[in-house]
């Protein structure tokens, strides 16, 4: 059996994998997405509860950057994106408008990574497990090894996992970092969240824009996802900060359930039965910044690690790394062919 090769295989179908996707195809290079998710988008993660629609990664995002606000104009005028509010919420219940658009997905955020999936070649449910240097000449290129024990090659990857991750793929093919890329991602560390997704018996009360941000732990953020726009009935997703879901990270469900609804100032409903889920984000957020937008292996087949820890622990700073990575790989690989 011949194994499949593509000029760049692409781990990762979220935001910063999907854009660059589309940077590479469109500079002509054959280029395959995989993701182990069910679908695309990462932590841009809608999922629904009976007729609930919650939003349990990002909440919403900003659009400050040039580039990134072109992008995001080309997406409301596909109607992917409205805006959702325009106000700082402050963490003392104080809403100060500021005039700066918070966006959000139409039907939930995954609509935006659905929307960027169009036209690219993509793989869910494909599971990295290893990814190898091939045998021969420098530029021999990459073997990545899924889970189900399948291979394929490619001469440069983009890895947009969260960088933990990232490292372990490469450390299970035996990649010899040098001794300085290894130091810089490890440094490279997160903040877990978990996150209570609930249907409501009725109107959440909370106050507008139907979203708060506590000031303190056990709460990062509270959202009504039925006055977000995206939930035909009552939906409330909540996020516990970072020293909150590190305590609770191994407590049961139960636990963790009664401890973040019960935290909720102002709740007006109560929790449908059976209509309460938790997800926990092992790497919610970056809580260390990488000094560049993207990060290209040394001594190495064309290789970039890219993501929201490259570029700003957010949706805008995903972007900006995706297309930097893009960027990096396309003059590496014009060198290579030159
Ligand atoms: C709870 C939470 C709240 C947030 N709130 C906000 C917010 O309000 N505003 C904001 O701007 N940002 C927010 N963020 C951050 C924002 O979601 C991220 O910055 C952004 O989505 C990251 O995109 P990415 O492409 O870098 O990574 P990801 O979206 O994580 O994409 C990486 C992809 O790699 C895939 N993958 C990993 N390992 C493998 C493997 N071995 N094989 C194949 N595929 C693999 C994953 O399935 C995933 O799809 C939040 C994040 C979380 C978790």
């Known amino acids: 059996m011949t194994t499949e090769r593509f000029d760049v295989v692409v781990v990762g179908a979220g935001l910063s994998g999907l854009l660059a996707a589309h940077r590479l195809s469109a500079a002509g290079h054959r280029t395959l997405l995989l993701d182990k998710g069910r679908g695309v988008g990462g932590r841009l993660a809608t999922r629904r509860i009976g007729d609930g629609v919650f939003d349990h990664g990002a909440q919403f995002f900003t659009s400050a950057d040039a580039a990134f606000a072109a992008e995001v104009t080309r997406w409301r005028e596909a109607g992917v994106v409205e805006q959702w509010f325009d106000t700082r919420l402050e963490p003392d219940g104080a809403v100060v408008v500021d005039g700066h658009p918070r966006w959000r997905g139409a039907t939930g955020m995954t609509a935006i990574a659905k929307h960027l999936a169009a036209g690219l070649e993509i793989r869910t449910a494909s599971r990295v497990a290893a990814i190898e240097v091939l045998a021969g000449d420098s530029d021999a290129g990459w073997n990545l090894v899924l889970d189900d024990g399948s291979a394929i090659e490619a001469s440069a990857v983009l890895l947009t996992a969260p960088v933990p991750q990232t490292l372990e ?5 035996g990649v010899p ?3 300085d890329d290894r130091q810089e991602l490890l440094a490279i560390t ?3 969240c ?3 997704l609930a249907l409501l018996d009725g109107p959440s009360g909370l ?3 139907g979203a708060l941000r506590p000031a303190s732990e056990p709460l990062d953020w509270v959202a009504d996802n039925q006055r977000k726009g995206i939930s035909p009935v009552p939906a409330l997703t909540v996020h516990a900060g970072p020293q909150t879901s590190r305590q609770l990270w191994d407590a049961p469900d139960d636990e963790v359930i009664a401890t973040l609804l019960g935290a909720v100032p102002g709740l007006s409903a109560a929790p449908v039965e059976g209509g309460v889920q938790v997800q926990r984000w092992r790497y919610a ?3 260390t910044a990488h000094q560049g937008f993207a990060k290209e292996l040394f001594g190495l087949p064309p290789a970039v690690l890219a993501g929201d820890a490259f570029a700003g622990a957010r949706v805008p700073g995903a972007a900006a790394s ?3 990575a893009a960027d990096l790989l396309l003059t590496r690989l014009s060198a290579v062919q030159a």
């Open 285 to 287: 957020r970056p809580e």
């Open 169 to 173: 793929l490469l450390e299970a093919g």
């Open 322 to 324: 995706g297309w930097a």
């Open 190 to 192: 997160y903040h877990p």
């Open 207 to 209: 106050p507008d824009p």
């Open 177 to 179: 970092l040098t001794a």
């Open 194 to 196: 978990i996150a209570v």
